[in-house]
Nanobody, 121 residues
Framework: QVQLVESGGGLVQAGKSLRLSCAAS????????MGWFRQAPGKEREFVAA??????MTYYGDSVKGRFIISRVNAKNTLQMNSLKPEDTAIYYC????????????????WGQGTQVTVSS
C-alpha cells in the first residue's frame, strides 16, 4: 500500500554534507513514522534516524547525533547529513510504519530499495 523511493545518495568527501530524501506514495495518509537505517558490508543494520509524523518527534542513533537531521513534509522525509565521516559509508534504507516510530527495524512495514552513500577520506 506504500511505496518508498530514496534519492540523494552519492559520493562525497569527509566533512561535507549530503541530503537524502524518501518519497512515499500510495496510502500515505496512514503514516505514523518514517526512518532511516543503514548497512555497510560486513556490518549489521544500524538505526540512523526516525521521525513521528504527527508531532515531528525525532530519534537518532548515537553515531549520528549532532550531525544528522531528519525532517518531514507531506509524504516525504529528508535526512540532512552533515560532517560526514568515512564510517558513514553504507547503503541507506528508508523505512515506513503505520503505527510506530523509533529505533526498532521490526516495526517498520515498508522499505525502500536503498541508496548508496560513500564518504571518502
Amino acid at each position: 500500500q506504500v511505496q518508498l523511493v530514496e534519492s540523494g545518495g552519492g559520493l562525497v568527501q569527509a566533512g561535507k554534507s549530503l541530503r537524502l530524501s524518501c518519497a512515499a506514495s500510495g496510502r500515505t495518509f496512514s503514516t505514523y513514522g518514517m526512518g532511516w537505517f543503514r548497512q555497510a558490508p560486513g556490518k549489521e543494520r544500524e538505526f540512523v534516524a526516525a521521525i513521528t509524523w504527527s508531532d515531528g518527534m525525532t530519534y537518532y542513533g548515537d553515531s549520528v547525533k549532532g550531525r544528522f537531521i531528519i525532517s518531514r513534509v507531506n509524504a516525504k522525509n529528508t535526512l540532512q547529513m552533515n560532517s560526514l565521516k568515512p564510517e558513514d559509508t553504507a547503503i541507506y534504507y528508508c523505512a515506513y510504519s503505520t503505527y510506530y516510530s523509533g529505533t526498532d527495524a521490526e516495526h517498520y512495514e515498508y522499505w525502500g530499495q536503498g541508496t548508496q552513500v560513500t564518504v571518502s577520506s
